[in-house]
């Protein structure tokens, strides 16, 4: 057991890796009872009013069942759609027998929970299309916990003059298209004198081979690429970097996503370029420049238009930090606050404007989440 500002902590003996579809099934299962047997236990012994469930897997709100019949509302919290998962990881199986049971799932979850609550606009218009009633659904987007001032911290360290410092955050997968990444570094290496820094968790044996591109390509001297950092480092680490690059592939689960760092660099204010898929053009809309996915070539020539243009660099980056501002997390953590209202009141409908029409919260009663 730890506690983190004030949130207990308590961890399971699981560590998730990326595999075969075996691997992933064995995966989800153990953990599913592992959740079971701590949840139970726990529940007897604090009476929770609301237990707030992280996907994946969807069905692991299934394990709040005790829970459920002790009289505990359940939230369930979509931050990815499973269907989409599967298809992504398993190009060409659409509408295999495994990919009808994530969809089952899914909505086998979305009705057992009290309420639904997921990322963006784009997950939850499918979870209504998949037929969960648009009234149980709460989008609570995924937006970092910073003041404008903490964005804007003074950069750590000093670059030389004349150096650009381009630094990228995120899991390093390859849905990251970090490939691409690497391809610019080279394409722009003469133009510009640029210090690229790749930070992120990753599957050793995906970051081995990003270690190997990056010497194959002799972008050592120009290239680093580094382990996850603490959460309070990522602001002023954003802070130093001269734009941002959002990159993705396309498939499935990039269509869908809306990743943290894209609000990150937003309150950052920085000018970004930015994978052109749906979830995230609609975030973004026009405050960003966007590149097909898998085009190395359109985003160096964005990274470079950029860079060449520090007029253009300002605009784009007070134009994204305007539109993030209805995003920002405090008008999340009103809806979020509002959905565990609506749960313990057995009905009701969202509040239109986030906190500024929330009540405090009930203080009896206890609330568990689980992941």
């Known amino acids: 057991m730890e506690v983190q500002s004030g949130v207990r902590i308590r961890r399971l003996p699981l560590e998730a890796r990326r595999g075969s579809r075996l691997r992933y099934a064995f995966q989800y299962a153990l953990f599913f009872f592992l959740v079971a047997a701590s949840l139970v236990a726990a529940q007897l012994r604090n009476r929770y009013r609301i237990v707030h469930v ?9 394990a709040a ?7 505990a509302r359940l ?3 979509l931050h990815e759609s499973m269907p989409e998962i599967y298809r992504a990881r398993f190009p060409g199986r659409n509408g295999s027998l495994a990919h009808i049971l994530a969809l089952v799932a899914q909505r086998v979850a979305c009705a057992f929970a009290t309420r639904v609550i997921t990322v963006n606009s784009t997950i939850a218009a499918i979870l209504e299309s998949r037929g969960v009633p648009k009234a149980r659904i709460m989008v609570v987007e995924n ?4 003041t ?11 670059v030389p003059v004349g150096t650009y410092e381009i630094t990228i955050f995120g899991g390093l997968n390859p849905e990251r298209d970090i490939p691409s990444v690497l391809d610019v570094a080279h394409l722009l290496r003469d133009k510009f004198r640029i210090r690229w820094r790749i930070i992120g968790p990753g599957d050793p044996d995906y970051v081995r081979r990003l270690h190997d591109e990056v010497r194959a390509r002799n972008l050592e001297g120009i290239v680093t690429i580094e382990g996850e950092v603490p959460a309070g480092a990522v602001a002023p680490l954003i802070s130093n970097s001269t734009i941002g690059i959002v990159s993705y592939e396309r498939n499935p689960l990039t269509e869908i996503a809306t990743p943290n760092k894209a609000y990150e660099y937003a309150i950052a204010g920085k000018a970004m370029v930015v994978a052109d898929l749906g979830a995230l053009r609609a975030l973004l809309g026009e405050t960003v420049l966007y590149y097909q996915p898998g085009e190395p070539i359109a985003l160096a020539w964005n990274v470079a238009r950029l860079l060449e243009n520090p007029s253009e660099r300002e605009k ?8 993030i501002d209805a995003h920002r997390w405090e008008v999340m953590a009103g809806r979020l606050v509002d959905t565990y209202r ?4 057995g009905g009701g409908q969202p509040s239109p404007k986030g906190t500024q029409h929330i009540a405090p919260a009930p203080t009896s009663g206890r609330l568990s989440g689980g992941r």
Do not use: M, T
Request: with cysteine; proline share 11%.
């Open 342 to 345: 609506q749960c313990l009141d």
């Open 143 to 146: 937006s970092p916990d910073w």
């Open 54 to 62: 992280h996907s994946l897997p969807d069905f692991l709100v299934l």
């Open 316 to 323: 784009l980056g007070e134009a994204a930090r305007a539109r």
């Open 148 to 158: 404008y001032q903490a964005a804007s911290e003074p950069p750590l360290g000093s």
């Open 65 to 71: 069942l005790p829970s459920r019949i002790l009289g």
């Open 75 to 77: 939230v369930l919290d």
